[in-house]
């Protein structure tokens, strides 16, 4: 069992930067993808990224690649999602999510069996 808690978030200008991250309890395995995915108002949950645990790999949605960053702390079992040149079409409540299995290479929601409770991101114009 994982319990998955994020913290981070807010509210930022268009512009700025968030960082947000997700603590773990229990044990995270080296083939766990570690992911994040955000739902906006009205639109279905949409992948983010994701991070494999045991080396590190990432994955990126192209609406986020070379703006977000994900990373891991191994010792404390935090993922975190540095966010950066937010946009207004970034605000959505982000989720953090463990896929046990790497399932579907961890860009797909259905693959994630454990998530936290979800933090707001609001950019404001």
């Known amino acids: 069992q994982v319990q998955l808690v994020e913290s981070g978030g807010g509210l930022v200008q268009a512009g700025g930067s968030l960082r947000l991250s997700c603590a773990a309890s229990?044990?995270?395995?080296?083939?766990?993808?570690m992911g994040w995915f955000r739902q906006a108002p009205g639109k279905e949950r949409e992948f983010v990224a994701t991070i494999r645990w045991g080396d590190g790999n990432t994955n990126y949605a192209d609406s986020v690649q070379g703006r977000f960053t994900i990373s891991r702390d191994n010792g404390n079992i935090t993922v975190s999602l540095q966010m950066n040149s937010l946009k207004r079409e970034d605000t959505a409540v982000y989720s953090c999510?463990?896929?046990?299995?790497?399932?579907?290479?961890?860009?797909?929601?259905?693959?994630?069996?454990?998530w936290g409770q979800g933090t707001q991101v609001t950019v404001s114009s």
């Open positions: 229990g044990r995270i395995f080296s083939n766990y993808h």
């Open positions: 999510a463990a896929n046990p299995l790497g399932a579907y290479g961890g860009t797909r929601s259905n693959g994630y069996v454990y």
